[in-house]
């Protein structure tokens, strides 16, 4: 059974949550992505809820911008210190401020917030999941220097245009339905597209897209034009890239958008690494594999830490 409700933090900012199991549990938060909404966890919050699973309280929220939650119109408010701003507030309130989270779990742009959250406070997370999300070094690294990545990662040069919003609204979200089909050329729609599911993303699309695109506004990583270095006169120090905590990856390979050469060199920035390539699975593999992430996130969740 999915709850929904409002929670407001300290900072001014209101997060839409979907949440399953006992408040006062060992807490799951879920980090979702763009052009998603907390709901694309629904199916493992109510997995790992259940007392056989580990009875855990499970928490996703919409990320600012998304659905209901708050959305400042301002780009400068999608910087990443804003967003973890915002989910280290969140961990406060459903942990009662007395124990770590069990695991951050997280995907596409919820998985650059896990990221950057992990290396700056990974007191509050005892282990971290990560699905199909470049870490920000790997991420930088293809983007300087790999041309396929920078073919790859093209579209987000559309997504920062100032009407960006408008286009991807236009013939009933058109673009987005491309975005999510992922097609290879001739394909029929993914069988999980369902008009259901379809009526899920509209439900959060019909709220507004600039917050979604204002996380790609807010950020110089991705591909350098001449008129934009953008990704090129970025340079990070170790420091903001190493992750202590115990991380799983799981990574469908056939993600067009983040091919299998992000998660090359990824133990230099987390030691504590478990990975899992997935063939046969693209960038949703949230929707098309969901037993297959719900068993690796299993195993790494009963696995003691090394």
Known sequence: MIETYQQPLPHGITLSCRAAGEPGRPV?????GFPEGAFVWDALLEHFAQPQNGGYRCVAPNLRGFEQSSAPQEVAAYRPKHLVQDIAALVAIETRGAAPLACLVAHDWGGAVAWNFANQHPHLARKLAIINSPHPGTFLRELKNNPAQQQASAYMNFL???????????????????????????????????????????????????????YYRSSPLRPPRPQDPAAAAVDLPLSMLTVSLPTLVVWGLNDTAL?????????????????HRVPDATHWIIHERPDLVTRFLQDFLQAAPH
């Open 160 to 214: 920062i245009r100032e009407d960006a919003e408008t286009l991807l609204a236009e013939n009933d979200y058109q673009r987005l339905w491309g975005f999510l089909a992922n097609p290879t050329a001739g394909s029929p729609p993914p069988s999980w597209l369902t008009e259901a599911v379809k009526a899920q993303y509209r439900s959060v699309w019909d709220r507004g897209l600039r917050g979604g695109c204002n």
């Open 259 to 275: 091919p299998p050469e992000l998660i090359q060199g990824l133990d230099a920035f987390v030691p504590n690494l478990t990975l």
């Open 28 to 32: 799951l938060l879920f980090l979702h």
